[in-house]
């Protein structure tokens, strides 16, 4: 069963584009990671300031892996901080329905 975890961020006022940038150059390494199924980046369109990444895992361990191997260079996250207001993850199991 794969695990969905939805990360809500929102750029700071002007920060947007510095948003789309940051992504394109960081998800690559994402997109590699061990037990990453799939990962999509979507904004909001009322409010451009608002993103969700959609990533698929084959389980929670593997994107806490990930999220601890993405710690080991803290000058990422620093960057990330400096553009972004908020950000928070859900976890969303899927059902087959």
Same mark, same amino acid.
């Given at each position: 069963?794969?695990? &969905?975890?939805?990360?809500?961020? &929102? ?10 940038? =940051?992504?394109?150059? &960081?998800?690559?390494? &994402?997109?590699? %990671?061990?037990? !990453? /199924? ?8 009322? *409010?451009?300031? *608002? =993103?969700? !990444?959609?990533?698929? $895992?084959?389980?929670? +361990?593997?994107? #806490?892996?990930? #999220? #601890? $191997? %993405? ?6 996250? +620093?960057? =990330?901080? +400096?553009? /972004?207001?908020? =950000?928070? !993850?859900?976890?969303?199991? +899927? /059902? *087959? #329905?």
């Amino acid at each position: 069963m794969a695990h &969905t975890a939805l990360l809500k961020v &929102t750029a700071k006022p002007g920060r947007a584009s510095d948003v789309i940038d =940051f992504y394109r150059v &960081t998800l690559a390494a &994402t997109r590699s %990671r061990p037990g !990453l /199924i799939g990962l999509r980046v979507v904004r909001e369109a009322e *409010n451009p300031d *608002n =993103f969700m !990444l959609i990533e698929q $895992w084959d389980s929670q +361990e593997d994107q #806490a892996a990930y #999220a #601890a $191997w %993405r710690a080991t260079t803290p000058e990422i996250s +620093e960057a =990330f901080s +400096e553009m /972004i207001d908020s =950000f928070s !993850l859900e976890w969303w199991d +899927e /059902i *087959n #329905a």
